[in-house]
């Protein structure tokens, strides 16, 4: 089956600096992955999608890569602000916890903006 | 605003009872998915139902199960409630399913005592 997991839990960061949140996959039939912010008290906010067949997708201030060799996808945050504040989660569709389109998340990243 | 109505927000019962929980999707939105999150297993899929259908099913509980009604709503039904239940409970919702965002809302946080 497939997990998503997430290399680092906490990622500290200076404000205006650019992030990079990593996240490994083990299901090389996953062919759709998003990125989500969650803030405390509210559900994961959709940011950023990617389908299998492409490599990167841009968007305002951030892009998503993906690396299908190495079954690796990263989030790019560009001048980060203090509103970036929150546990960022990958989730690709299929895998051992999902069926048919049920998401499978990985345990989520904190990222600490420092001022 | 993800446009995903939950309700309640928060919920508090007792060991035994039953509980329902209510989703709205997103206006043109067919497919409304159920997802867990607690502290040990972070974020997990419940079950998905689509324009009425139940479609897929993850790691859900023979106790839990849900139902989507002709105006798209849904419910999840929580039975013989345990300690361990006790999370916040999400709705997605999609416009169809498959390689499409799942937009979700601000969850339910059912406390059991």
């Known amino acids: 089956g497939e997990s998503v997991g997430l290399h680092l839990p906490t990622l500290s960061v200076q404000e205006g600096d650019n992030s990079i949140i990593n996240c490994a996959y083990s299901n090389s039939a996953s062919d759709y992955f998003i990125w989500y912010k969650q803030e405390s008290g509210k559900g994961p906010q959709f940011i950023i999608d990617?389908?299998?067949?492409?490599d990167k997708r841009q968007g305002q201030r951030v892009t998503v890569l993906l690396n299908k060799t190495v079954k690796h996808l990263s989030l790019q945050i560009a001048a980060t602000q203090p509103g970036d504040s929150a546990v960022y989660f990958c989730a690709g569709l299929g895998g051992s916890g999902g069926g048919a389109d049920g998401l499978t998340f990985g345990k989520g990243t904190h990222l600490i903006i420092q001022p | 605003d993800s446009g995903v109505t939950q309700t309640p927000k928060h919920l508090i019962t007792a060991t035994g009872q039953r509980v329902t929980l209510r989703c709205s999707p997103r206006s043109g939105d067919l497919s409304v998915y159920w997802y867990q999150q607690s502290l040990d297993q972070g974020l997990q899929f419940l079950i998905q139902?689509?324009?009425?259908?139940?479609?897929a099913k993850g790691n859900i509980l023979e106790r839990f199960s849900a139902q989507q009604f002709p105006d798209l709503h849904s419910e999840l039904n929580l039975s013989s409630l345990e300690l361990g239940d006790s999370a916040l409970y999400f709705c997605?919702?999609?416009?169809?399913?498959?390689?499409?965002?799942?937009?979700f809302g601000d969850g339910t946080r059912l406390s059991i005592l």
């Open positions: 139902y689509y324009n009425g259908e139940e479609r």
């Open positions: 997605a919702s999609s416009v169809g399913g498959g390689l499409q965002p799942q937009h």
């Open positions: 990617i389908r299998s067949n492409m």
